[in-house]
């Protein structure tokens, strides 16, 4: 998918390997799996809770040159879309080619009708987006 | 910087320990090398291992 994909947690490297050996569903699954066990790289983040020592469900994008792009954190109870993250990866890939652009609400894969935004274009969004 | 990390902000150089399913083996990754390899970075973090993700 053109990214490294690090999961995190803050149980052992021990823990990560005995989950991932046992547990079936885990079989195809080839990402790293970051242990963060003092929740020190979690803090950093803003997904450590404190009163559980447990990581909230957040998943961040950086760029190449290492700024955060996006930010997303779920409580608990709500896992995540796969076809959400993508979307949001493939709008980043696509930003980085055309710095200009602004990827709208609607936008979902490249080819989609992006928007350059400038003087004309004030008050004419529903037309720029027809 | 602000409490934690916002977007926009440049993440500060960071490495954890990992378990590496594809090689069967620990190792270790950091940002700085994603950088250096010019590569995006997706962190995905969840709750505990044995719970669903």
Same mark, same amino acid.
């Given at each position: 998918?053109?990214a490294?994909? #690090? +999961?995190v947690? +803050?149980d +052992? ?7 991932q /050996?046992d547990?079936?569903?885990l ?5 790293p799996?970051?242990s963060?066990p003092?929740?020190? !790289?979690? /803090? $950093?983040?803003g ?5 559980t020592g447990l990581d909230? /469900?957040?998943?961040f #994008? #950086?760029s190449p040159?290492?700024?955060l792009l996006?930010s ?5 109870? $709500?896992?995540r879309? #796969?076809?959400?993250l $993508? /979307?949001?990866f ?7 080619k055309?710095?200009n652009e602004?990827?709208p609400a609607?936008?979902k894969?490249?080819?989609? &009708?992006t ?5 004309k274009m004030?008050? &004419?969004?529903y037309e720029? !987006?027809? | 910087m602000?409490?934690f990390?916002?977007v ?5 150089d960071?490495k954890?320990?990992?378990?590496e399913p594809s090689?069967g ?5 950091s940002?700085?090398?994603?950088k250096a390899d ?6 995905f973090?969840y709750?505990a291992?044995f719970t669903?993700?």
């Amino acid at each position: 998918m053109g990214a490294e994909v #690090i +999961t995190v947690s +803050t149980d +052992t490297k021990f823990v990560h390997l005995a989950w991932q /050996r046992d547990e079936k569903l885990l079989e195809k699954v080839k990402y790293p799996m970051g242990s963060d066990p003092t929740g020190k !790289l979690s /803090r $950093m983040f803003g997904v450590y809770d404190e009163n559980t020592g447990l990581d909230l /469900r957040g998943t961040f #994008i #950086i760029s190449p040159d290492g700024k955060l792009l996006n930010s997303e954190v779920n409580y608990y109870n $709500m896992g995540r879309n #796969i076809d959400e993250l $993508m /979307r949001k990866f493939k709008a980043n890939l696509h930003l980085a080619k055309h710095t200009n652009e602004g990827c709208p609400a609607k936008w979902k894969e490249e080819g989609d &009708k992006t928007l350059a935004p400038s003087a004309k274009m004030v008050g &004419k969004v529903y037309e720029a !987006l027809k | 910087m602000s409490e934690f990390l916002r977007v926009g902000d440049n993440v500060p150089d960071f490495k954890v320990e990992t378990f590496e399913p594809s090689k069967g083996d620990f190792g270790e990754i950091s940002l700085s090398t994603f950088k250096a390899d010019k590569k995006w970075t997706i962190l995905f973090f969840y709750p505990a291992d044995f719970t669903f993700v």
